[in-house]
């Protein structure tokens, strides 16, 4: 600048000028060091963590009855407190939907053993599934149904948890990672899942020998028709579960659809559907894949005398000529008053589980 200066004079002062534009922009550099600074010691943005946040992650111990089964746990998702108390913050929270008008409990409802109306499935014991969906579309961990239910089913908009006021740091506390992913929000949920245990029926504290818990008579021979070929409930709903966690096609439908065979396209798999576990069956109605009985009575009809031969019909379905295993009004009676022992009540109010807000 001030190339061209003559006479001297103007060029001085041409000088000058360009002295005083250095100063006043090397006195800016100071000041936008200065604001730097300043920006960089407050919160840059209300949704990247705060430095104290901290991640110390405290293991937790899943307890459940003696008699289950043991449970496994995917090493790259240990159940931890902090994770536990966001996925269940996660499935209460409308937030996790980009309409933030639905939460998982919408539909799946503490109350009726977290299900609802319709073709809902219930929540419980799921952490030893390993087949999820009527017709089984998901299999693996509790963590691959969960990352479906997040980023395929409600395409969960990860950004909208980011601004959020306690997500990042709840996140960060459990995961130690400031960035909110959709597979970190299903791992968070899959912690919770895993501790949604029931294991305090009736039927639960008879086995385990609790001092004044007996089966009436009438329950008793519920449980007989049952676990025997009279009944045979329990070569599909068998073991503690009350669930083999296969698919079979019980003979709802003489044409039935397609079911587990529109996932493997194995005409044998046509009609098969996920068998439900019977436990708090008296809290889940209404029943089947298509929620077409309301009670548990007119499903004790189907299997006594609704049974349809199919080419798929399980060959476990015994009397199928004759539509079922034609149960007596009393043996009704009785099997009901069994299932009626796999209520747990201590589930549906169990506080740990309940809505966190
Ligand atoms: C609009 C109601 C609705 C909402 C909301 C909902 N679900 Fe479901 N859920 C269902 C229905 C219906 C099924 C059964 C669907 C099927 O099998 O095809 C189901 C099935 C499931 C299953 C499979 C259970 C099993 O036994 O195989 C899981 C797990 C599940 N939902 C988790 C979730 C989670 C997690 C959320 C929240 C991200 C959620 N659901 C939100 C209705 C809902
Ligand atoms: C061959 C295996 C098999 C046998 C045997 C069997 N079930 Fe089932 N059960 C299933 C399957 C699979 C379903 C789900 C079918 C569907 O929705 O398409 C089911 C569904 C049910 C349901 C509805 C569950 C729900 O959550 O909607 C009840 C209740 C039930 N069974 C009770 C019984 C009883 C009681 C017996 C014995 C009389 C019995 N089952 C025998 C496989 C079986």
């Known amino acids: 600048m001030g190339a061209v200066c003559s006479p001297l004079s103007l060029c001085r002062k041409l000088i000058d000028v360009d002295l005083l534009i250095m100063k006043r922009s090397y006195e800016s550099l100071i000041l936008l060091a200065f604001l730097i600074t300043l920006l960089g010691s407050c919160k840059k943005d209300p949704a990247s963590p705060q430095p104290n946040y901290t991640y110390d992650p405290i293991s937790y111990e899943i307890t459940f009855s003696d008699q289950f089964p043991i449970l496994d746990i995917p090493s790259d998702n240990p159940t931890t407190v902090a994770g536990i108390k966001l996925g269940r913050m996660l499935y209460y929270d409308a937030e996790l939907h980009p309409d933030g008008l639905h939460s998982c409990a919408s539909c799946h409802v503490q109350t009726n053993s977290f299900t609802s109306d319709g073709d809902v499935l219930p929540h419980l014991n799921l952490g030893w599934s390993s087949k999820f969906l009527w017709d089984g579309k998901i299999q693996g961990t509790l963590e691959d149904i969960m990352l479906f239910e997040v980023r395929d089913f409600f395409g969960t908009d990860v950004s909208r ?49 609790k001092p004044g818990v007996f089966l009436t008579d009438a329950e008793l021979r519920g449980y007989d028709i049952f676990f025997t070929e009279r009944g045979d409930c329990f070569h599909c709903h068998g073991g503690i579960l009350f669930t083999d966690n296969l698919m079979h096609n019980n003979g709802l439908d003489a044409q039935p659809i397609a079911g587990y065979g529109a996932i493997t396209s194995e005409p044998f798999d046509m009609g098969k559907f996920k068998t439900p576990t019977l436990r708090n069956i008296a809290l889940t109605g209404p029943y089947m894949h298509d929620g077409r009985y309301e009670t548990l009575e007119e499903v004790l009809n189907f299997y006594s005398e609704g049974v349809h031969f199919s080419e798929t019909i399980d060959p476990l379905m015994k009397f199928v000529h004759q539509g079922g295993i034609q149960l007596t009004d009393i043996e009704k009676t009785d099997l009901l008053a069994f299932l009626y022992t796999l209520t747990d009540t201590s589930y549906i109010e169990d506080k740990n589980l309940s809505s966190p807000f």
Do not use: C, W
């Open 161 to 209: 948890l980011q601004h959020h006021t306690d997500y990042p740091r709840l996140f960060f506390e459990a995961f130690g990672e400031e960035e909110i992913t959709q597979e970190n929000a299903a791992n968070a949920m899959a912690q919770f899942q895993r501790t949604m245990i029931s294991d305090n029926s009736k039927y639960d504290q008879v086995i385990s020998q």
